[in-house]
């Protein structure tokens, strides 16, 4: 069975530039997440898609982050302008009944 | 809200050791919990997942427990490798699959 591919892995930008992440979660998984993970912390929930409708997108700031999951598959994950303090990793998870499976995220330097 | 707390954040121990990790949680109405362990630069591996019908999971040198009504679970690891060195997560499902993490421990075992 595929894992939840992510893409790019890493990415370098500069600040006020815009970027997007892209996850291809498990097929057939209805829960998709989006996690930021800032160095030594653990991951902080962004947005929680269930099929291609969100659930909780709280902690999302949504002055600059923007996600969207079309046709309740793929997702993507858009910063712009981005700031230096989006540094970090973002994971992406898929998850169908009790298991949820992680990505190998996207690390994110923003310069 | 959901909060989930880590302690210790960080642990070392000489290889051999048993040891204990341990998570809280403030809200007692959850789905599952999930033990993630992610290695420095990696994604999240699932380690054990506990229903919320469970009092317990074990795979191999590794045992964890949820206390419910307390708010709490613990991952027991016996006898300690190096290569068991990482940082390990709890995250906690809510019945909506609302999934919160703990910030993690970082787990040291040296030779």
């Known amino acids: 069975e595929a894992g939840v591919a992510q893409s790019p892995r890493y990415k370098i930008i500069e600040k006020r530039q815009s970027v997007a992440f892209w996850c291809n979660p498990i097929s057939g998984h209805a829960t998709l997440y989006w996690y930021q993970q800032i160095l030594g912390q653990g991951p902080k929930l962004l947005i929680q898609f269930q099929n291609n409708g969100v659930v909780d997108d709280s902690q999302l700031p949504k002055d600059r982050f923007s996600a969207e999951r079309l046709k309740g598959v793929d997702s993507t994950l858009k910063i712009q302008p981005a700031k230096l303090e989006d540094s970090a990793v973002y994971l992406c998870?898929?998850?169908?009944?009790?298991?949820?499976?992680f990505g190998q995220g996207t690390r994110l330097t923003v310069v | 809200k959901q909060e989930v707390t880590q302690i210790p954040a960080a642990l070392s121990v000489p290889e051999g050791e048993n040891l204990v990790l341990n998570c809280s949680f403030t809200d007692s109405a959850i789905y599952n919990l999930q033990w993630f362990r992610q290695d420095p630069g990696k994604g999240l591996t699932s380690l054990l997942l506990i229903q919320s019908s469970q009092r317990e999971q074990t795979s191999g040198r590794l045992n964890a427990s949820l206390d419910k009504s307390s708010g709490r679970s613990t991952l027991y690891i016996a006898a300690s490798q190096p290569g068991d060195s990482a940082t390990y997560l709890c995250?906690?499902?809510?019945?909506?699959?609302?999934?919160?993490f703990g910030a993690g421990t970082r787990l040291t075992v040296k030779p």
């Open positions: 995250a906690v499902r809510r019945w909506n699959n609302d999934m919160r």
């Open positions: 998870a898929s998850s169908l009944g009790q298991l949820a499976f």
